[in-house]
Each structure stands twice: as C-alpha cells, then as structure tokens.
Nanobody, 120 residues
C-alpha cells in the first residue's frame, strides 16, 4: 500500500492551494483519511480528518479556510486550502486507515510529505 501526496508549493498569503493524496495497492477498504502538518521546530498537528461516510472535522486554526474531501472510487483525499497565511507554512502529510486483502486488519499508512510555503 502506498499513499502518494501532491500539490504543495509556494504561494502568497491569501491565495489557495489544493493537495491530493492517492492510495494504491491491495486495498479492500479505507476508513478515516486525514491531513497532518508539521511546521519547522513544531510538533506535527492534525489539520483535518474525514470519515468513510464523509463526516469532517478540522483544527480550529484552519476551520472555515480549509476543506477536506475524498473520492472513494479514486481512493483519494483532498485538502482545499484557502486564505493561506504564513503560519500555514509546513510539510503536509496524508494519513489513511486502510484494510488490505492480505491482512484484513486496519492499520495506519502515511504518505510522503509535501511542502507548502506561504509568503507574506
């Protein structure tokens, strides 16, 4: 199982960016999918999570600016980021709780990080 993240980059404050993370491999089911971020010198924090039935929750710092969504057919989770601020600068990583055809047990998988830099 692999999670491939994409969409990071350099933007100006106030602009928007969309991150994508696609899961591939011997997947039988995907439960929660989430985005985390880690800014330089800070601990990793949960940004947003979406359950298998589409229920979402957000960190207070991004509420009303970011939107998480998923396409179950494509096994992909998205993070639409709007009104970006310099403090949103971080490495963003996707996470998914996945059941495989091999083990039939759910476990967490991580994608590689994608850097988002917001200039003021």
């Amino acid at each position: 199982v692999q999670l491939q993240a994409s969409g990071g980059g350099l933007v100006q404050a106030g602009e928007s960016l969309r991150l994508s993370c696609a899961a591939s491999g011997s997947i039988s089911s995907i439960d929660d999918m989430a985005w985390y971020r880690q800014a330089p010198g800070k601990q990793r924090e949960l940004v947003a999570v979406i359950t298998s039935d589409g229920t979402t929750s957000y960190a207070d710092s991004v509420k009303d600016r970011f939107t998480i969504s998923r396409d179950n057919a494509k096994k992909t989770v998205y993070l639409q980021m709007g009104g970006l601020k310099p403090e949103d600068t971080a490495v963003y990583s996707c996470n998914a709780r996945i059941q495989t055809w091999v083990s039939f047990r759910y476990r967490d998988y991580w994608g590689q990080g994608t850097l988002v830099t917001v200039s003021s």
